[in-house]
């Protein structure tokens, strides 16, 4: 299922919540996890998952496209009941496309397996040389466990 079922299937339209340029320096990725933290509260189910989203996501534009200091990454985030939504633009590199790597044992270039963990989706548009490229993300959201109903034992009652 791609992110356009998913969106489809989802109870209501998602909605966005928020989105921003950023720069492209590496200070701007714990800004944006403390963005997204703030943009869907502290207690929301996917939270965590989406603000590790976020933080890969932008950390891999930085680091694989040809982002420099003074250019803009956008972030955005949108979301239902059901999921979040997570999406990074950066300008594109012309040598490389987002990809896992294979090589388990790498220290590092592992944000993609990340992010494939624990998205239900992830995939990139590209929209053409020399505009750029979006990265996104869906992530399910975890509905609250029903709350389960404990008669109330009664102080007064005989035993057996």
């Known amino acids: 299922m791609d992110a356009g079922e998913l969106m489809k299937s989802a109870s209501a339209k998602p909605k966005i919540i928020a989105s921003i340029h ?23 189910p996917a939270g965590d998952d ?15 496209s040809d982002a420099r200091p003074y250019d803009l990454i956008g972030l955005a985030v949108a979301a239902t009941a ?15 496309a987002p990809h896992i790597r294979q090589e388990t044992q790498a220290e590092g270039g592992r944000g993609l397996m990340i992010i494939s ?7 990139v548009r590209e929209h053409g040389p020399g505009v750029g490229r979006t990265v996104w993300c869906v992530i399910r959201s975890p509905l609250p466990a029903p709350a389960v109903l404990v008669p109330e034992r009664r102080m007064d009652a005989a035993p057996g």
Do not use: C, K
Not at 82 to 96: C, I, N, Q
Not at 117 to 123: A, K, P, T
């Open 22 to 44: 950023l720069a492209g320096i590496r200070e701007s990725v714990s800004y944006a996890r403390t963005q997204v933290r703030q943009w869907l509260g502290d207690d929301h």
């Open 50 to 64: 989406a603000v590790l989203a976020a933080s890969e996501l932008l950390t891999n534009a930085l680091q694989h």
């Open 82 to 96: 059901e999921m979040v939504y997570v999406e990074v633009r950066d300008p594109g590199s012309s040598f490389s």
């Open 117 to 123: 963990e624990i998205s239900e989706d992830w995939g």
